[in-house]
T-cell receptor, first 116, second 114 residues
Framework: GAVVSQHPSWVICKSGTSVKIECRSL??????MFWYRQFPKQSLMLMAT?????????EQGVEKDKFLINHASLTLSTLTVTSAHPEDSSFYIC????????????FGPGTRLTVL | AQTVTQSQPEMSVQEAETVTLSCTYD???????LFWYKQPPSRQMILVIR??????QNATENRFSVNFQKAAKSFSLKISDSQLGDAAMYFC???????????FGTGTRLQVTL
């Protein structure tokens, strides 16, 4: 149990375009979802936390207008990178936690974004 | 604020041997949870083991065990009978109810040699 999927696993886009990444909890209701960014050989950096039906809470230094997060249902959250630029190229990981396991996060497999 | 420190950027262990990865943390909370995650080359984060702060007994999962020293705020991971598949990046993480999020250490890259 506790499976989280991400789609796409890999995306290449042109500079200036927007890219949407989906994160789904497949077998549990995710009351909270988290979005992380990971640079090569570095740790995970939390970008934002979203609760179902509420606006996301962004970490300091993360541009909320650039990284749009929607958590419209208990099984789906999306991250949209708007007007992507090469510096947005990174590995993005989502995680989810539920009501009964609120202190444990289950991670998706990640999405590699390359902006040309 | 809470912090997690992993002082060993890289470690190496021979197959079948035992290795210990270090982690120290800091928090003012009395109730918290500690985790070790493994990130293999696929980059999928995998939960290795978790420890509730209120439990005195060290958590164990097969070949993986922790040495939880609450007073010293230390949470080391011991891997016994190391296997080639254990080669990965290992992250120590702390969760508190106040922050409601995980704080990760910088990670330790574990190599397993024949």
């Amino acid at each position: 149990g506790a499976v989280v999927s991400q789609h796409p696993s890999w995306v290449i886009c042109k500079s200036g375009t927007s890219v949407k990444i989906e994160c789904r909890s497949l077998d549990f209701q995710a009351t909270t979802m988290f979005w992380y960014r990971q640079f090569p050989k570095q740790s995970l950096m939390l970008m934002a936390t979203s609760n179902e039906g509420s606006k996301a809470t962004y970490e300091q230094g993360v541009e909320k207008d650039k990284f749009l997060i929607n958590h419209a249902s208990l099984t789906l959250s999306t991250l949209t990178v708007t007007s992507a630029h090469p510096e947005d190229s990174s590995f993005y990981i989502c995680s989810a936690s539920g009501v009964t396991n609120y202190n444990e996060q289950f991670f998706g497999p990640g999405t590699r974004l390359t902006v040309l | 604020a809470q912090t997690v420190t992993q002082s060993q950027p890289e470690m190496s262990v021979q197959e079948a041997e035992t290795v210990t990865l270090s982690c120290t943390y800091d928090t003012s909370e009395s109730d918290y949870y500690l985790f070790w995650y493994k990130q293999p080359p696929s980059r999928q984060m995998i939960l290795v083991i978790r420890q509730e702060a209120y439990k005195q007994q060290n958590a164990t999962e097969n070949r993986f065990s922790v040495n939880f020293q609450k007073a010293a705020k230390s949470f080391s991971l011991k891997i016994s009978d190391s296997q080639l598949g254990d080669a990965a990046m290992y992250f120590c993480a702390l969760y508190t109810g106040t922050a409601s999020k995980l704080t990760f250490g910088t990670g330790t890259r574990l190599q397993v040699t024949l």
